[in-house]
């Protein structure tokens, strides 16, 4: 089994926050797999589907980002997940907005949802994908810019980075992370 895990905060205060990327990839992946009826388990909101015969967990943790490691322990105790069918998906202040980033194993940046899990899993080794939403502006914390809804004049971008993210997960369950590590980190310098 695959298991995708989409970062985010539960509530509508949140809906369409910058933070709350890893939440919207996962239901665009929902949408284009088909998958079924997300139900609440594991501290999760979650849907199983199919993908070219093998069976892939879409997850949205409910416990609230700084706290995302509860959850996923949870998922990964109940669903016999490997790490390396394990992919994590979350915003990241530090890439271009509207670009897209996998790496195979990492630290958190700063990210308190990635820290969690590390803290929790006590790896950093697990594969990720991040997605650009740009530095905040002068004068603005970076908690406060994750938080804000994603202005109307950005959304070109971030949903080209939500279909591009779309298309790496569905490579990474096809053919691996390598495969699509190479496929959609095209142009970004890396030594991952």
Same mark, same amino acid.
């Given at each position: 089994?695959?298991?995708?895990?989409?970062?985010?905060?539960?509530?509508?205060?949140?809906?369409?926050?910058?933070?709350? %990327?890893?939440?919207?990839?996962?239901? *665009?992946? =929902?949408?284009?797999?088909?998958?079924?009826?997300?139900?609440?388990?594991?501290? !999760?909101?979650?849907?199983? *589907?199919?993908?070219?015969?093998?069976?892939?967990?879409?997850?949205?943790? %409910?416990?609230?980002?700084?706290?995302?490691?509860?959850?996923?322990?949870?998922?990964?105790?109940?669903?016999?997940?490997?790490?390396?069918?394990?992919?994590?998906?979350?915003?990241?202040?530090?890439?271009?907005?509207? !670009?897209?980033?996998?790496?195979?194993?990492?630290?958190?940046?700063?990210?308190?949802?990635?820290? =969690?899990?590390?803290?929790?899993?006590?790896?950093?080794?697990?594969?990720?994908?991040?997605?650009?939403?740009?530095?905040?502006?002068?004068?603005?914390?970076? =908690?406060?810019?994750?938080?804000?809804?994603?202005?109307?004049?950005?959304?070109?971008?971030?949903?080209? *980075?939500?279909?591009?993210?779309?298309?790496?997960?569905?490579?990474?369950?096809?053919?691996?992370?390598? *495969?699509?590590?190479?496929?959609?980190?095209?142009?970004?310098?890396?030594?991952?």
């Amino acid at each position: 089994m695959h298991l995708i895990v989409g970062l985010g905060n539960p509530g509508r205060e949140y809906a369409g926050s910058r933070h709350n %990327l890893g939440f919207q990839v996962v239901e *665009a992946l =929902s949408r284009r797999l088909k998958a079924a009826k997300p139900i609440q388990k594991h501290w !999760s909101l979650c849907a199983v *589907a199919d993908y070219k015969g093998k069976q892939v967990m879409l997850a949205q943790p %409910l416990t609230y980002m700084n706290l995302s490691g509860r959850a996923v322990i949870e998922l990964m105790r109940n669903n016999n997940v490997d790490l390396l069918n394990l992919l994590f998906v979350y915003d990241d202040l530090d890439l271009p907005q509207g !670009s897209i980033r996998m790496r195979k194993k990492g630290g958190s940046a700063g990210h308190r949802g990635i820290q =969690s899990i590390i803290d929790t899993l006590g790896s950093a080794d697990f594969p990720r994908l991040r997605i650009g939403i740009g530095k905040p502006p002068d004068g603005m914390e970076g =908690s406060d810019y994750v938080l804000q809804v994603i202005d109307p004049g950005e959304l070109v971008l971030i949903n080209e *980075a939500l279909n591009k993210a779309v298309e790496a997960i569905l490579l990474f369950v096809d053919e691996g992370l390598e *495969a699509a590590m190479n496929n959609f980190n095209q142009g970004l310098l890396s030594s991952d």
